[in-house]
C-alpha cells in the first residue's frame, strides 16, 4: 500500500481541503502517514496570505525532499496558484496544483510516478466560475466538522492577495451542502462549522435564484441530529436580518460570530477599501447585542497599515477597546506584491508594527477576561473537544473554552457551571 504524507498551511477553508484530498487517497487506497515520516507521496497544501506563509511552504517542500528524495511531491493552495513557475524551481517538485483541480491530485501524482517531467495544473482562476464540489470521502480528525460551501471573493481588500489566488465567488449548491452535512452527522459530527474564502457572498453567484447564506443555515438545521451549526468568518455588512434572526431564536445556530474589523479608524478602512465606516460597525454591533445579548464577537485586526500613525493606530486601539470583543486576532500588516498597498507610501516600520501588535494584544486579553467573568456562575452547555495534563476542554456555543478536571469523551455535550477563570477560558464543574 503506497504511503501518502499531507500537510496544511494556512486557513481553515486550505484544512478542509487537505482533509478532502485525504479522502480521495484513502478511498484509492493509500496509506496515510505523518509528514514527518517517509512516505511515496507528499502533498504541501500552501498559504499565501502572508510572506511567511510562503517562506514556510517553501521550507516543508524542502523538508519532503529531504525525507525520501525519491517520493514525488506535490504543490497546491494560493502559493501555489499565484507562484507555480517558482515553486515548480524547487528540486523534488513533480506536480503543482493551484487551487483548482484538486479532485485530479491522485491521478496526477500517479502519472508523476510513471512518467518523468513536471506536472503543472496551474490555470486561469480568474476565469473559474463553478464550485469544485468533491465528495467527501472519510472524515476529518475532530471533533468539530468544517464544511466548505462557498469559494472565491471579490471584495479586493488593498492589502490582500486572495482574490487573485481564489477567483471569483463560487457557491456549493444546496442540495450538495444539505448531502455533505448529512454525512458529518451520521459520522457522528455534533458540531459542524460552515466555512468558505467570503463565505457571506454565498448564493450569490446563483444568478436570479435570490439564495443566501440564511438559505444554508437553513438546510442545515434541517437535520434534527445536527446538535450546533456555527459559521467561520463573517463580514459585518453581510449579516443580513433574517441571519441574525436564526442566530437568535434557533437554539442549535451558535452564539458566535467572527466578524473582521481590520482596522478601528476610518481612514485605515478606506485606504483597505473596506466598505463600512466604524459608526457602520458600531452600529451593527450594539444592533446584533440587542438582539442576543449572551453573543461571542471575534474579530480581527491589521496594525502597521501603510499610513497608520501612531495617532491612527491610538484611534484604532481605542474603537476596539470599545467593541468589548470576545476575542481578537492581530496581525501585522504584511506586504504582498500585486496588492495596491504593496506600493503605497509611508509603510510602517517592522518594529513599529511589532509594539502594535503588542498594544493591541495586551488590550485584547484584558477584552476576553471581562467577557469571560460575564459568565462566571452561569451554566452553559459545553461540547468537549480533548483531555490533557488531567482536564478535558470545550467549547461553549458563545465560544468560551471550558476545563473540567478528568476525562470527558471526545464530542460529548454537557451542562457545566462556569466556576473561576483558568488559563484561556474558565474552569468549570459538571452537572
Do not use: W
Amino acid at each position: 500500500m503506497p504511503k501518502v504524507a499531507l500537510t496544511t498551511l494556512g486557513c481553515k477553508v486550505n484544512q478542509v481541503e487537505t482533509e478532502t484530498m485525504e479522502g480521495l487517497f484513502r478511498q484509492r487506497g493509500y496509506e496515510i502517514v505523518d509528514f514527518s515520516e517517509p512516505a511515496d507521496f507528499y502533498i504541501i497544501n500552501t498559504c499565501s496570505v502572508t510572506h511567511l506563509g510562503e517562506r514556510k511552504s517553501r521550507q516543508l517542500i524542502r523538508r519532503a525532499n529531504r525525507l525520501n528524495n525519491k517520493a514525488i511531491v506535490a504543490v497546491t493552495g494560493c502559493y501555489a496558484q499565484i507562484a507555480a513557475d517558482e515553486i515548480a524551481a524547487i528540486e523534488g517538485v513533480k506536480v503543482v496544483i493551484g487551487t483548482q483541480q484538486r479532485h485530479k491530485i491522485v491521478d496526477l501524482v500517479e502519472q508523476a510516478a510513471r512518467e518523468d517531467g513536471l506536472f503543472n495544473e496551474v490555470s486561469d482562476i480568474m476565469h473559474t466560475h463553478e464550485f469544485e464540489d468533491i465528495p467527501l470521502y472519510g472524515t476529518p480528525h475532530r471533533t468539530r466538522a468544517f464544511l466548505k460551501i462557498q469559494e472565491g471573493c471579490c471584495n479586493y481588500c488593498s492589502y490582500c492577495i486572495i482574490p487573485y489566488t481564489r477567483g471569483p465567488i463560487r457557491s456549493r449548491r444546496l442540495d450538495s451542502v444539505k448531502e455533505a452535512l448529512d454525512k458529518l452527522v451520521e459520522d457522528n459530527f455534533h458540531e459542524v462549522v460552515l466555512t468558505g474564502i467570503h463565505l457571506g457572498a454565498y448564493g450569490r453567484d446563483f444568478k436570479n435564484e435570490n439564495i443566501s447564506l440564511s438559505d444554508a443555515v437553513e438546510i442545515c438545521l434541517k437535520n434534527p441530529k445536527l446538535k450546533r451549526l456555527r459559521l467561520g468568518s463573517l463580514e459585518s455588512i453581510e449579516v443580513s436580518p433574517h441571519l441574525l434572526e436564526l442566530v437568535k431564536n434557533e437554539k442549535r445556530f451558535t452564539k458566535h460570530l467572527h466578524l473582521p474589523l481590520q482596522a478601528g479608524s476610518d481612514e485605515i478602512l478606506k485606504a483597505m477599501n473596506r466598505h463600512y465606516t466604524t459608526a457602520d460597525f458600531a452600529k451593527l454591533i450594539e444592533n446584533i447585542r440587542h438582539e442576543v445579548p449572551d453573543i461571542a464577537i471575534s474579530t480581527d485586526i491589521i496594525v502597521g497599515f501603510p499610513g497608520e500613525t501612531d495617532e491612527l493606530f491610538q484611534k484604532s486601539l481605542e474603537f476596539a477597546k470599545s467593541m468589548n470583543f470576545a476575542k481578537i486576532h492581530v496581525f501585522p500588516y504584511s506586504k504582498r506584491k500585486g496588492t495596491p498597498a504593496a506600493t503605497m507610501p509611508n509603510q510602517v516600520d517592522e518594529a513599529v508594527k511589532k509594539q502594535r501588535v503588542h498594544l493591541m494584544q495586551q488590550m485584547e486579553a484584558k477584552s476576553a477576561l471581562d467577557f469571560h467573568t460575564r459568565f462566571l456562575g452561569k451554566t452553559l452547555d459545553v461540547l468537549f473537544e480533548q483531555t490533557h495534563e488531567g482536564y478535558t476542554e470545550g467549547l461553549t456555543s458563545n465560544y468560551i473554552k471550558v476545563y473540567v478536571q478528568g476525562e470527558i469523551p471526545s464530542g460529548e455535550i454537557c451542562s457545566v457551571k462556569l466556576e473561576e477563570i483558568f488559563k484561556d477560558g474558565i474552569l468549570g464543574k459538571i452537572l
